[in-house]
Nanobody
Framework: VQLQAFGGGLVQAGGSLRLSCAAS????????MGWFRQAPGKEREFVAA????????YYADSVKGRFTISRDNAENTVLLQMNGLKPEDTAVYYC????????????????WGQGTLVTVSS
């Protein structure tokens, strides 16, 4: 599978953005898809993800109640709806795919998109 993320931009605090991740490949539905982010000078961190085959969703505590991950297997797309954005959400956001392993660890993910920058102004 190959991934490409879209939808980043500049938004004021309290605003919303929706990120999209387009995936190629006929086995998209069998992957556990996730979103990570990396702020300047910080390590890449988990944001949200599906279990493999998409039965369950998982969120970082910092985004629970504000972000929603969804997927459209027919369109091979994973979305991240981000509401109530805060300046600390500023980062490059990456979508990623895994076949197995922990949903929370970046090392579990085999394929990564190129990243899209989200900037939240105060």
């Amino acid at each position: 599978v190959q991934l490409q993320a879209f939808g980043g931009g500049l938004v004021q605090a309290g605003g919303s953005l929706r990120l999209s991740c387009a995936a190629s490949g006929r086995t998209f539905g069998t992957y556990g898809m996730g979103w990570f982010r990396q702020a300047p000078g910080k390590e890449r961190e988990f944001v949200a993800a599906f279990s493999v085959r998409g039965g369950s969703t998982y969120y970082a505590d910092s985004v629970k109640g504000r972000f929603t991950i969804s997927r459209d297997n027919a369109e091979n797309t994973v979305l991240l709806q981000m509401n109530g954005l805060k300046p600390e959400d500023t980062a490059v956001y990456y979508c990623a795919a895994r076949i197995s392993g922990s949903v929370y660890y970046a090392r579990s993910y085999d394929t990564w998109g190129q990243g899209t920058l989200v900037t939240v102004s105060s």
